[in-house]
């Protein structure tokens, strides 16, 4: 992940747009590539969408998050491990399984 993180920072740097990644404005990006993405299943069953824009729309969405943890210099394997454990406890398997019910209605 470390190797990505740099490829982007350097990818960024090269073109001197440090300047437009402030947190409130990658927020914003990663919201656009999310929209983005869900557009490419709009109106289609999930085999119709087109698995390439599928790619791109995604790369640009984790692209976008990562940069937005290298701000806040975040451990991005410790955040996501850190929410799994969380959310084992708020969704036990003895009451989640198979079930798409929001934890506190469990």
Do not use: C
């Amino acid at each position: 992940m470390n190797e990505v993180i740099a490829k982007l920072l350097k990818f960024r740097d090269d073109r001197d747009w440090k300047q437009f990644h402030n947190p409130k404005d990658l927020s914003i990006a990663l919201s656009i590539e999310a929209s983005e993405l869900m557009e490419l299943f709009l109106w289609k069953s999930p085999e119709q969408a087109d698995e390439n824009k599928i790619k791109e729309e995604l790369a640009d969405v984790i692209a976008y998050a990562l940069l937005l943890a290298d701000h806040y210099d975040l451990d991005v394997e410790k955040i996501v491990t850190d929410k799994i454990s969380l959310n084992e406890t708020k969704y036990p398997v003895s009451k989640a399984k198979g079930k798409a019910t929001k934890y506190t209605e469990l």
